[in-house]
């Protein structure tokens, strides 16, 4: 019964602790470091079209220029067969 208490008393003082450490930590500062997008990759032309392979198409083989026509879906590829 003794060790049951003492187990008990000391779950108590670390649960105590736990919760009351978090108001002793040193306040955090948030700030915002605004980055000249350089996190974007160089965008090659595409020398040729008809010689990329599926998926790895380029953004400028998708559409013609001027082109207003919109894109549909042509092939839904889930895992559910």
Known sequence: MLKSLVA???????????????GFAAQVEVREIALAKQDRLELKAAANCSAQVWPHFDASCLRTTGSNAKILEARLVTARR
């Open 8 to 22: 008990f008393g000391i779950f108590v003082f670390l649960g105590a602790t736990v919760i009351a450490l978090p």
